[in-house]
């Protein structure tokens, strides 16, 4: 079981640049949800996706939106990146309320 | 927003001593998770505790939940130089599925 895997590792964009990240789900979990971590904080909820929809929404602006594939693999795109953007992005996946395993992250630089 | 409070913020202990953490949290819960990050790289899940669980074991640790007092604490017995890392509690809400709702951590250095 490859766990819960993410692309790319790091990623340095242009203000204004838009990006996208990627997340493979462990096996057999269904559930994929991201989590932005500033240095220093701990990480902060931005959507969880469900079933190939969007099911709950953190306090995040619209320029985040994502996706998720009937292999319930995930997508996370923000454009109209700011400074503000740079952090760790977390995907997790979980089934049901049982633990969240999370991926190793992609640390997003905004120069 | 951040719902819990670690404490301490950092905790600096020699290896064979134990090391203990606390959250308090605000609103109700399903369930507590414990994880912990190495520099800044994936959370690895340590352990959740359940709102009718009062207390857990796994291996070294030990998580209580007092859900009188929206609080819980991770404790690691005999640390060694490898637990060196930062610790986060994360809570679920009933209403909230599995979405996770976390304190800032706790950076425990453990020296050999």
């Known amino acids: 079981d490859a766990g819960v895997t993410q692309s790319p590792t790091h990623l340095i964009k242009t203000r204004g640049q838009q990006v996208t990240l990627r997340c493979s789900p462990k096996?057999?979990?269904?559930?994929v949800s991201w989590y932005q971590q500033a240095l220093g904080q701990g990480p902060q909820f931005i959507f969880q996706?469900?079933?190939?929809?969007?099911?709950q929404r953190g306090n995040f602006p619209d320029r985040f939106s994502g996706h998720q594939f009937p292999n319930y693999s995930s997508e996370l795109n923000v454009n109209a990146l700011l400074l503000g953007d740079s952090a760790l992005y977390l995907c997790?996946?979980?089934?049901?309320?049982?633990?969240?395993?999370f991926g190793q992250g992609t640390r997003l630089t905004v120069v | 927003s951040q719902q819990g409070e670690e404490d301490p913020q950092a905790l600096s202990i020699q290896e064979g001593e134990n090391a203990t953490m606390n959250c308090s949290y605000k609103?109700?819960?399903?369930?507590l998770q414990w994880y912990r990050q190495n520099s800044g790289r994936g959370l690895v899940h340590l352990i959740l505790?359940?709102?009718?669980?009062r207390e857990k074991h796994s291996g070294r640790l030990r998580v209580t939940l007092d859900t009188s007092k929206k609080s819980s604490s991770l404790l690691i017995t005999a640390s060694r130089a490898a637990d060196t890392a930062s610790y986060f509690c994360?809570?679920?809400?009933?209403?909230?599925?599995?979405?996770?709702?976390f304190g800032k951590g706790t950076m425990l250095l453990v020296s050999p």
């Open positions: 997790a996946s979980s089934l049901d309320t049982s633990e969240a395993f």
């Open positions: 096996s057999g979990h269904d559930t």
């Open positions: 996706y469900y079933e190939e929809e969007e099911r």
């Open positions: 609103t109700s819960i399903n369930n």
């Open positions: 505790i359940r709102s009718n669980e």
């Open positions: 994360a809570t679920a809400s009933f209403r909230g599925y599995s979405t996770l709702t």
